[in-house]
């Protein structure tokens, strides 16, 4: 059993950064690809970004270049910086830990959310 902590979020300006960590417990060794989704009020939860073990990344389109993810394999930890906010940023981000062969997720876990707001 895995078990994700979030941290980070908050309040943050038009233009400015953010930093969020989700750090993973218990059966962390077995997971391979960890990423974050949000969810924005009023829509359903969509894809930001994710991290497989070797380091390969992926982005939706509209963070490309503005927001990172790295990743501490000793420490299972990812870490997403956010930078040049929007307001269509805000929302409530979701970490997740998951277990994947090929395009198959074989399992997933997934921590708290933590908001996220930015004002114009």
């Known amino acids: 059993q895995v078990h994700l902590v979030v941290s980070g979020g908050g309040l943050e300006q038009a233009g400015g950064s953010l930093r969020l960590s989700c750090a993973a417990f218990g059966s962390s060794s077995s997971i391979n690809n960890m990423g974050w989704n949000r969810q924005a009020p009023g829509k359903q939860r969509d894809f930001v970004a994710s991290?497989?073990?070797?380091?390969?990344?992926d982005f939706t389109d509209s963070v490309k270049g503005r927001f990172t993810i790295s990743r501490n394999n000793h420490k299972n930890t990812v870490y997403q910086k956010k930078n040049s906010l929007k307001p269509k940023d805000t929302a409530v981000y979701y970490c997740?830990?998951?277990?994947?062969?090929?395009?198959?997720?074989?399992?997933?876990?997934w921590g708290q959310g933590t908001q996220v707001t930015v004002s114009s």
């Open positions: 991290i497989d073990s070797g380091g390969s990344t």
């Open positions: 997740y830990g998951a277990k994947t062969y090929g395009q198959s997720v074989l399992w997933n876990s």
